[in-house]
C-alpha cells in the first residue's frame, strides 16, 4: 500500500478557491482509485470525488460537482482537488485515500472501501 500525506487546506472566503495536493510514497501509486473524502465536526466521513487509476474517469459527489475537480499525476504520484465557488458547508478536514485493491473501480465509494489514508487537511470556508 501507499502512504498518503495532503497539503493545501486553509481559510478561504465563500466564492473562494483551494486546491489541495496528496503527495504518495510507496509502491503501487499508478495502480489505484484514489479518492478525497472530507469529515465535518459531528458528521460522518463523505464521499468527494475519486479517479480511476489512469485517470480515466472521476466520479463527484452530486454536492461538489461542477465546483470540484479531481486530477493526478502519476509520474509525481500525487493526487489533487481543485475547489472552486467554496460555499460554508465546504468547510471538513478533507482527507486522500487510496483503494484497497489495485485496477479496482465502481460507481459509489465508502470509507471502508479504501486501505490507505492521509491525516487529512483543514479547510475552512468563512467570510
Known amino acids: 500500500q501507499v502512504q498518503l500525506v495532503e497539503s493545501g487546506g486553509g481559510l478561504v472566503q465563500p466564492g473562494g478557491s483551494l486546491k489541495l495536493a496528496c503527495a504518495a510514497s510507496g509502491r503501487g501509486f499508478s495502480t489505484y482509485t484514489m479518492a478525497w473524502f472530507r469529515q465535518a465536526p459531528g458528521k460522518e466521513r463523505e464521499f468527494v470525488a475519486a479517479i480511476s487509476w489512469a485517470a480515466g474517469w472521476a466520479n463527484y459527489a452530486d454536492s461538489v460537482k461542477g465546483r470540484f475537480f479531481i486530477s493526478r499525476d502519476n509520474a509525481k504520484t500525487t493526487l489533487y482537488l481543485e475547489m472552486n465557488s467554496l460555499k460554508d458547508e465546504d468547510t471538513a478536514v478533507y482527507y486522500c485515500?487510496?483503494?484497497?485493491?489495485?485496477?479496482?473501480?465502481?460507481?459509489?465509494?465508502?470509507?471502508?472501501?479504501?486501505?490507505?489514508w492521509g491525516q487529512g487537511t483543514q479547510v475552512t470556508v468563512s467570510s
Open positions: 485515500a487510496a483503494y484497497k485493491t489495485t485496477y479496482t473501480a465502481k460507481t459509489m465509494y465508502q470509507p471502508p472501501d479504501f486501505g490507505s
